[in-house]
């Protein structure tokens, strides 16, 4: 690692204006402290000791200045192994293949698309050792780890299954099968890493009863041996920067804002909040102050709006007329820009009494896909349309949204934290979609003061 450059991009990260100097000292030190044998590479920022979020402007920040690389890591469903890893989103694709697990998924950008930072190869030009880290739930038969030149032997009583094994550092990988009598006597199996990342032997067969593997490490790294069932089922990834989390950074925006999916790929998302916004009786207001003073207004209301969707870590995707599209990666935080900006909207109406701001307000969370549109990021799918036509049926200071939203319980608790008690449930029919669906809207304390 070259120190020198390190310090020097550090200095440079640091003279920033908006520069975090906790977050970049907190990083180096994590530098500093980790062992080499882990390499540099792949830093998570969950790992850094600080809220993640005051982390990760930092790393991007430290890219152009050539101080970091990015990574999108994509991870296996059920082994969590890293099937894929791309440096720019035109690279990114929908889909998935697991070599151990013998899978193919669906490359969902919320569940199992990570974002890692390595140092950038100037100043760290190591390749990086991505060690597999299995879901905590499995239940690991054997576990053997060797130096170069050395041979390590391990036993354990199995019963009959299929099971895996692999080197979590080399990634080599083989089969064990258990099956028929079950005997008493010690079955022995000698395995040996090799280079090019493969043992000698990819298959084994024994019966149910003790096993001894002996592994013999012939490279010149060190090298393992994890034994476990080969049915993994799939399990959530542990706390990390998820895609979805990372493109709703501001940050990513300002500095990587090309930074687009390919123009035919289309990216599965589990979940994203969506919000819609529109002024209320804006052709009235038009006709009433003229296109110009009207349209002044239009942009004081998008000012309120943008700064309070960026506030709460949402992402503006894009207006329409007046009307603005934003997602969140939580519900929560959706409601929180809602009110933050009718509350601005209230004190700019009391400060230009002819020029009077209020929005109505809908909001939904589900599936959608996350498309390349015009070369912007932008979202596409059912629940994008539904969450417009819950926009629609909101009257004016009203914030409207979807059963989906109703069932998540830090958005309720955050609802009546702020004082809104007024919700109520209703049956509509939402245009474009079939049969009765239900909403609920929560009307806002600002309702009854609009002039509009
Ligand atoms: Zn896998």
């Not at 310090?7 to 990260?13: F, Q, S």
């Not at 969506?274 to 002024?279: E, K």
């Not at 004082?419 to 049969?435: A, M, P, Q, T, Y």
């Amino acid at each position: 690692m070259n120190n020198d450059i390190l310090t020097k991009k550090l200095a440079i990260l640091k003279n920033r204006k908006s520069a975090f100097i906790p977050a970049i000292e907190a990083i180096h030190d994590w530098l500093l402290q980790t062992s080499e044998a882990l390499s540099k590479q792949n830093i998570s920022p969950v790992d850094i000791n600080l809220p993640i979020d005051k982390v990760v402007p930092e790393f991007l920040h430290g890219i152009p200045i050539g101080l970091f690389d990015l990574n999108w890591e994509v991870h296996c469903p059920h082994c969590h192994a890293i099937t894929y890893e791309y440096h720019d989103l035109s690279q990114a694709a929908s889909a998935s293949y697991c070599e151990g697990c013998k899978v193919e998924f669906e490359a969902d950008f919320a569940k199992w698309v990570n974002v890692t930072f390595s140092l950038n190869k100037e100043i760290d030009n190591r390749e990086p050792i991505l060690t597999c880290k299995l879901p905590d739930t499995t239940e690991v038969f054997i576990h053997i780890e060797t130096s170069p030149a050395e041979t390590k032997s391990a036993i354990m009583t199995f019963k009959a299954d299929t099971y895996r094994y692999i080197c979590p550092l080399t990634k080599s990988r083989g089969l064990l099968t258990v099956s028929g009598e079950e005997t008493d006597e010690l079955q022995v199996f000698s395995i040996e890493q090799l280079a090019d990342n493969k043992f000698d032997i990819t298959k084994l067969q024994a019966r149910p009863g003790r096993i001894k593997i002996n592994l013999t490490n012939s490279i010149d790294s060190p090298a393992g041996l994890v034994v476990f069932k080969d049915y993994l089922p799939q399990q959530p990834l542990p706390p990390r920067l998820s895609g979805l989390e990372l493109i709703h950074y501001p940050e990513f925006h300002s500095l990587f804002g090309e930074q687009v999916l390919s123009s035919r790929e289309q990216m599965q998302v589990a979940a994203v909040t969506t919000l819609f916004t529109d002024i209320t009786g804006s052709t009235e207001m038009y006709e009433r102050l003229g296109d110009i003073v009207a349209y002044n207004v239009v942009r004081d209301h998008f000012d309120i709006l943008f700064s309070n969707i960026e506030q709460q870590g949402g992402t503006v995707i894009k207006t329409i007329g007046d009307a603005v599209m934003a997602s969140f990666t939580n519900n929560r935080a959706a409601l929180i820009s809602v009110v933050n900006a009718l509350e601005e909207f209230e004190k700019y109406n009391k400060q230009n009494v002819d020029r009077q701001v209020n929005i109505k307000t809908g909001i939904h969370r589900g599936q959608t896909i996350l498309v390349n549109l015009n070369d912007r990021l932008d979202y596409f799918g059912s629940t994008i349309n539904k969450a417009a036509r819950i926009q629609a049926v909101a009257s004016s200071g009203e914030i409207c949204f979807s059963e989906q939203v109703y069932q998540d319980n830090n958005f309720i608790q955050t609802m009546k934290k702020i004082g809104i008690e007024n919700v109520s449930r209703h049956s509509v029919n939402l245009k474009g979609i079939d049969g009765l669906q239900t909403i609920y809207k929560a009307v806002t304390k600002f309702n009854k003061n609009t002039l509009l």
